[in-house]
């Protein structure tokens, strides 16, 4: 099993748990990026600077998951592709994206993008917070303990 996260977007504090949790199993971890990243001197965690662009470290993502493979994303749609390929979607607020559960995801966010094209104005996703951190950090430690 890999573990990849679509990093642009996500929090340096799940990175730090992504880290320590690489270093702990030895699972291979890599993240994907537009810019370089810092990670750890571990022969297990790398990261990819791919070209700027709409959805290009997705596909990077989706052309290298396989199956029983982790990604850790709030992207969606990045979540449907790799779950049709087989694999695990964690978003960092320690949801995990299913095939149950996809389908209606991607309507309300496709419901959404609607209506902000149409001139309503929404708030955005709520602050990340300490629950949300301690919440990725229980999901990923379940996930990992089941493929042992």
């Known amino acids: 099993m ?19 949790a690489a270093q702990r199993t030895g699972l291979p ?8 990243l810092r990670t750890p001197p571990m022969p297990n965690i790398r990261s990819v600077v791919v070209a700027a662009g709409f959805d290009v470290a997705d596909n ?10 982790l990604v850790v994303t709030a992207d969606i ?3 449907a592709e790799v779950i049709a390929k087989g694999g695990h979607a964690l978003n960092p607020r320690g949801e995990f994206y299913s ?3 996809i389908r209606q995801r991607l309507n309300m966010r496709d419901f959404m993008d609607t209506m902000r094209s149409s001139g309503v104005q929404m708030g955005g996703p709520a602050a990340f ?3 949300d951190r301690q919440a990725f950090a ?9 493929r042992r």
């Open 60 to 69: 990077h993502i989706v052309q290298a998951v396989e199956v029983g493979d």
């Open 77 to 79: 749609p990045l979540a």
């Open 2 to 20: 890999h573990v990849w996260v679509d990093a642009d977007a996500c929090p340096a504090v799940i990175k730090e748990i992504l880290f320590r």
């Open 138 to 146: 229980n999901q990923l430690d379940r996930f990992l303990a089941q």
């Open 99 to 101: 095939t149950e559960n």
């Open 29 to 36: 971890l890599t993240l994907v990026a537009n810019q370089p």
């Open 129 to 131: 917070s300490q629950k």
